[in-house]
């Protein structure tokens, strides 16, 4: 019989597990009987095991997957053995565990996920990466059951205004509020969010296709403008000497070549500011660009971020600032803090505390061909990509603050400080009214101190104060089911999010949307989450009044203290699926639910009018020239 089961199974795969202090018969004895256990299984799989000095004096070509036992400490050998595996692209799991229980558990589990992705005609060695990322299989499955089935759009019920589920903040109201903070904000862990990775190519987007397309020696650069219809040159042009690193460019390129025409001169300075290594300003993040000048000193976004910190975020002389980077950035951040921390820290009297942290790799996503099948590299290998920005969600979630603000990195301004500063403040002040309310009326609840005049006015505060949709027939539930429902209303992360009226910049803005279950709520949307070919969408859509500027103020923890598990607030049925060139080949992309959109979608939400004065991004180059980006 034992022979009879061997010859029907198709694959032999060879399973090397390599550790010091390993009882090799008891392990393999238990992951074999683990992995087929009914012997049955249309896959043989064959175990061996070693110590660490031998692995590193033999050279196995018959195995198929090598498993290494690690400990905490770091191993020489281990090293040497990893980078001898590396070498020969053998197909590699390292496991750190401090028992053999549990390093025999991590065996299992492995081997589980191994059976998953064999049956998911994946290979030994796609495992291997995708385990080393740390993305579940079943994060895989999901993406692409997304892929092959697309992603339900949004029903929008109606833009958010005023009064209809956007609250206005008269300049009184804001000092009002502000005040409020600035009295409370001791009680609290305050930091600064700033979203801050990737590159700034797009921001000299239409730079990068002039040097591509532009020959001097063919035609001028009105003939190119003109032929492109390139009106964004035009303006970078004209207004050239007014940008904070005109004098440094045209000192780097103006020594070697001091006789150029005018033509020349705009072609080299375009040139030297994208391709010399002193800027190569589109390979560089944002945080570090030169965006302002005051007098001879030129300011980055992360000079007018820790300002910014010192001016609302502070509390006992302290200031916190987390900026989410790409890794291959921190030297450059580093740098550029560095050089203007200590200035801030001495004017202020506030010490300014920074901290960072990456996109995490076990939130990067599968990227597929048009077929929706895996795309592969020329060397085999799976392609993944960042998830987005929705991917911070995991960042956000480990902070070890009560309350965030939260501003994108090229959102600052050269003259509006003052005023962003009170309406920051003031939206806080706003989330630390609302929490007290809340937080006593859970407290209520949790010592069941709850009376039927009591739940009329936690509903009417919800719907009222939060903007939460209550069941017209909720005055049929008894008040124990009342009483649920207003506790699930209610513990929830808090977020206070500042609209802008809307003046046609590109992104998402406040809409109030039909849920699968059929009720409201208001959400953060954006115009690919909208099926813009149904007409009456698309005109909801045009409809909105107010933009979503990414000025959010969140509040982290429940009423008794304790952080909220971010992750349970997640749509995970929305996102963005989005198309790539990669090796001249088309390829679909999936983002996670974006941070502020389907990330929070489960988070009570509070819109509310803030001055456009707040508001000024940094998309394009030229965004520099507008008055919020110049000298007064």
């Not at 042009?237 to 007014?242: A, M, P, S, W």
């Not at 300075?269 to 800027?279: A, R, V």
């Not at 960042?395 to 003052?418: Q, R």
């Amino acid at each position: 019989m034992e022979e009879s089961i061997t010859k029907r199974k198709a694959n032999i795969i060879n399973i090397t597990v390599y550790g010091n202090n390993l009882n090799g018969r008891e392990l393999t004895s238990e992951l074999t009987t683990f992995i087929d256990s009914d012997g049955k299984d249309a896959r043989e799989f064959i175990f061996r095991t070693a110590s660490i000095n031998i692995a590193l004096n033999e050279n196995d070509k018959s195995t198929n997957l090598f498993i290494i036992a690690a400990d905490e400490n770091s191993d020489v050998n281990i090293e040497k053995l990893l980078r001898s595996l590396e070498k020969n692209d053998s197909s590699h799991i390292v496991i750190t565990t401090t028992t053999p229980e549990e390093f025999t558990a991590q065996c299992k589990a492995v081997l589980t996920s191994l059976k998953i992705a064999l049956d998911m005609e994946f290979s030994i060695s796609d495992l291997t990466d995708i385990w080393q990322r740390g993305i579940p299989l079943e994060k895989i499955k999901q993406q692409l059951h997304v892929f092959k089935n697309g992603i339900a759009k949004t029903t929008l019920k109606k833009p958010a205004r005023l009064e209809d589920g956007i609250f206005a903040m008269p300049y009184d109201a804001a000092q009002k509020y502000a005040s409020y903070f600035d009295d409370k904000k001791d009680n609290f862990k305050l930091t600064k969010f700033v979203p801050s990775s990737g590159a700034a190519s797009r921001m000299f987007k239409f730079l990068i296709e002039f040097i591509a397309e532009f020959d001097p020696a063919k035609e001028t650069i009105n003939a190119y403008i003109n032929r492109k219809k390139q009106s964004e040159l035009n303006v970078f042009l004209v207004g050239l000497d007014k940008f904070p690193f005109y004098k440094e460019v045209s000192e780097a390129f103006k020594q070697n070549n001091p006789g150029w025409r005018k033509d020349q001169k705009a072609y080299y300075f375009i040139k030297t500011l994208l391709e010399d290594k002193s800027f190569d300003f589109a390979n560089k993040p944002k945080g570090i660009l030169p965006f302002h000048k005051y007098g001879d000193f030129i300011a980055t976004p992360i000079y007018e971020h820790l300002k910014e910190s010192v001016a609302y975020t502070s509390s006992q002389k302290q200031a916190y600032v987390h900026f989410t980077i790409s890794e291959d950035h921190l030297d450059g951040f580093l740098d550029s803090i560095n050089e203007v921390k200590t200035g801030i820290e001495l004017e202020s009297c506030t010490t300014i505390n920074v901290s960072f942290s990456y996109q995490q790799k076990y939130t990067d996503t599968l990227a597929v061909t048009i077929n929706n099948t895996p795309f592969r590299e020329e060397n085999g290998q799976l392609l993944f990509r960042p998830g987005g920005h929705g991917a911070l969600i995991e960042n956000l979630g480990k902070l070890d603050v009560d309350i965030v603000f939260i501003k994108n990195i090229d959102n600052v301004s050269h003259n509006n400080i003052k005023t962003i500063a009170l309406y920051k403040k003031a939206l806080a002040g706003i989330l630390i009214q609302l929490q007290e309310q809340l937080f006593s009326y859970l407290e209520k609840i949790a010592q069941n101190d709850i009376s039927e005049e009591c739940i009329e006015s936690i509903f009417t505060f919800a719907k009222e104060k939060l903007s939460q949709h209550i069941p017209t027939d909720i005055s049929k539930y008894t008040l124990a089911h009342k009483t649920e429902y207003a506790a699930q209303l209610l513990n929830r992360p808090i977020r206070i999010c500042g609209m802008v009226k809307n003046e046609g910049e590109p992104g998402g803005g406040p809409f109030w949307i039909v849920e699968k279950n059929g009720n409201l709520s208001l959400q953060i949307v954006e115009s690919s989450q909208v099926d813009l070919e149904n007409k009456t969408q698309q005109q909801l859509f045009s409809n909105s009044t107010h933009f979503n500027p990414v000025d959010l103020v969140c509040g982290l923890k429940n009423y008794i203290g304790e952080f909220f598990n971010l992750q349970d607030f997640v749509d995970s049925s929305s996102g963005f699926i989005t198309y790539k060139s990669r090796l001249g080949k088309e390829v679909k992309s999936y983002e996670l639910p974006g941070l502020w959109n389907g990330a929070m979608a489960g988070w009570i939400t509070v819109f509310v009018e803030v001055p456009l004065e707040t508001f000024n991004p940094v998309k394009t180059v030229n965004d520099l020239l507008k008055p919020a980006h110049q000298p007064q």
